[in-house]
């Protein structure tokens, strides 16, 4: 069976982890969010492709590009993840599974992060687990394509 290829995006201040409000977001770098993510998708038969940026419309073209190219999302889309109407509609845009991926539970968290637009076009959603969740988001996908 062919590797199965993951984009895995991450938005704004996500590449400040590690000194950002650790009491919230934990110690773990991006970079070592990174490392585990390879570490698990390598006997899963899965390759990964893991980028981050601050920017909205760098992330819009990212998903778009993603069109035929990857086999499922992880998206932590940071505080794009509650307020970007484009970004919601790119997901719309590709036909794969998206998951929808957050280190802390925005939802017990101030109100104003607790409606998500990406959450609207989710397949599933892995919150407060820190950078396990990456590795459980990752996981999931491979017992859906166990199943199917
Ligand atoms: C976050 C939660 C968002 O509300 C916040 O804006 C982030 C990080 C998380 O991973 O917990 O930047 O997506």
Known sequence: MPRKK???L??????????????IY??????D???????????LMMS???????????LVTWIQKARG??????L???????TSLAIHDALKLIDVPIIEVHLSDPEQRESFRHFSYVGLVA???????????????LTYLSHIWQKS
Do not use: W
């Open 6 to 8: 993951i984009l895995i």
């Open 48 to 58: 990964i492709d893991f980028k981050q940026s601050n920017h909205e419309g760098q």
């Open 123 to 137: 397949h599933h959603v892995i919150k407060g687990k820190g950078a396990a969740g990456y590795a459980e988001a």
């Open 26 to 31: 934990g110690r773990d770098t991006l970079d």
């Open 69 to 74: 190219k990857a086999d499922a999302l992880i």
């Open 33 to 43: 969010i990174k490392r585990l993510c390879r570490d698990t998708a390598k006997p």
């Open 10 to 23: 991450n938005g704004p201040n996500l590449n400040m982890l590690g000194i950002r409000e650790p009491a």
């Open 76 to 82: 932590n889309a940071g505080a794009y993840t509650h």
